[in-house]
T-cell receptor, first 114, second 110 residues
Framework: DAGITQSPRHKVTETGTPVTLRCHQT?????MYWYRQDPGHGLRLIHY???????DKGEVSDGYSVSRSKTEDFLLTLESATSSQTSVYFC?????????????FGPGTRLTVT | KNQVEQSPQSLIILEGKNCTLQ??????????LRWYKQDTGRGPVSLTI?????NTKSNGRYTATLDADTKQSSLHITASQLSDSASYIC?????????FGTGTSLTVIP
């Protein structure tokens, strides 16, 4: 998985509780992304980062926040988890966004909100 | 609206047979088109990347084609193996934005 780890890999939490997912990379890539994957939908972008402390929203950002204090770490926080946020979350990294630059994905975190 | 549509949604084939997966897109202009393989419980892994000026790219038994005029791409798998059972995702990128198809689920049976 190209030097990308996600933690935890599985989590069950209750509605209303805060949850933080961590993505860690060892590739020193500039761009980092958080996606969610749900049945019947393609991967959907939640937030992305183009550098330390530089982040922007994706198409499904409501209810999520992110932080990137170091190049290698990108955190996704659900401030108050809801059942609609039950999903598989993938982190991805890329060196750039144009041309043939690869986007590498982590192993995913399966989150269940009860 | 930029979209990427894949067909079929699912496919079952016998081991050793060939198959072709389709991807139609409306993203325009685009930087590149990628095909990913996603095994159950794992993240997607890149198979091929093509820019708009390329019309074919191979990676072992996987061959992707691109027709930028009709906005269609296909992924051809030759001599399928049980390990080819996975979801195959088409992704079109344009100015740093990535547009994902919903994938084709392929099952290869002995």
């Amino acid at each position: 998985d190209a030097g990308i780890t996600q933690s935890p890999r599985h989590k069950v939490t209750e509605t209303g509780t805060p949850v933080t997912l961590r993505c860690h990379q060892t590739e020193n890539h500039r761009y980092m992304y958080w996606y969610r994957q749900d049945p019947g939908h393609g991967l959907r972008l939640i937030h992305y980062s183009y550098g330390v402390k530089d982040t922007d929203k994706g198409e499904v950002s409501d209810g999520y926040s992110v932080s990137r204090s170091k190049t290698e770490d990108f955190l996704l926080t659900l401030e108050s988890a809801t059942s609609s946020q039950t999903s598989v979350y993938f982190c991805a990294i890329s060196e750039a966004t144009s041309g043939r630059n690869e986007q590498y994905f982590g192993p995913g975190t399966r989150l269940t909100v009860t | 609206k930029n979209q990427v549509e894949q067909s079929p949604q699912s496919l079952i084939i016998l081991e050793g047979k060939n198959c072709t997966l389709q991807c139609n897109y409306t993203v325009s202009p685009f930087s590149n088109l990628r095909w990913y393989k996603q095994d159950t419980g794992r993240g997607p892994v890149s198979l091929t990347i093509m820019t708009f000026s390329e019309n074919t790219k191979s990676n072992g038994r996987y061959t992707a084609t691109l027709d930028a005029d009709t906005k269609q791409s296909s992924l051809h798998i030759t001599a399928s193996q049980l390990s080819d059972s996975a979801s195959y995702i088409c992704v079109v990128s344009e100015r740093g934005q990535f547009y994902f198809g919903t994938g084709t689920s392929l099952t290869v049976i002995p």
